[in-house]
């Protein structure tokens, strides 16, 4: 664990992600960064913040940010940034999804995260579900 300043004196706090030790580490400001590390090629990986991938689906509704971690050759995760911090300064929740309590799938702070079912979710948003049409 790591903290440290950022801008405006509000501090970030860096945690290991679970599974991913000494590789990935989550941030409570919801940033994803790689450790420096030293490949079995030999090449050297120096420590960065990952940068998010952001899309939209064909029903134009925005996607919580994704990233991708890569163990080489062991693993690779492709998951939202969101279920990462909370893995990090909460715990998996296997099952669960990631809940933005501000309804902004772009603020992936742990203050605005959650674990959550998706049905508490519809339930949340009074949503029809085509079943119930």
């Known amino acids: 664990m790591e903290s440290h300043e950022t801008k405006g004196g509000v501090s970030e706090e860096w945690r290991d992600i679970p ?15 790689s450790l420096s590390r030293k490949l ?3 090449r050297t990986i120096r420590q960065r913040v990952l ?3 952001h899309s939209v ?9 994704c990233v991708r971690l890569c163990d080489m050759p062991r693993k ?3 998951t ?3 279920r990462l911090v909370l893995m990090a300064f909460v715990g998996d929740q296997p099952g669960m999804v990631a809940h933005y309590k501000d309804g902004d799938r772009l603020n992936c702070s742990i203050e605005n995260l ?9 339930i949340g948003k009074n949503c029809v ?5």
């Open 51 to 53: 940068r998010a991938r």
């Open 76 to 78: 690779q995760l492709k």
């Open 57 to 65: 689906s064909p029903a134009n509704v925005v996607l919580p940010p």
């Open 19 to 33: 599974g991913w030790e000494g590789l990935y580490q989550a941030s409570s400001k919801g940033r994803i960064r």
């Open 114 to 122: 959650e674990w959550s079912t998706i049905a508490s979710i519809v």
């Open 129 to 133: 579900l085509p079943w119930q049409q």
């Open 40 to 42: 079995c090629t030999g």
């Open 80 to 82: 939202s940034v969101g």
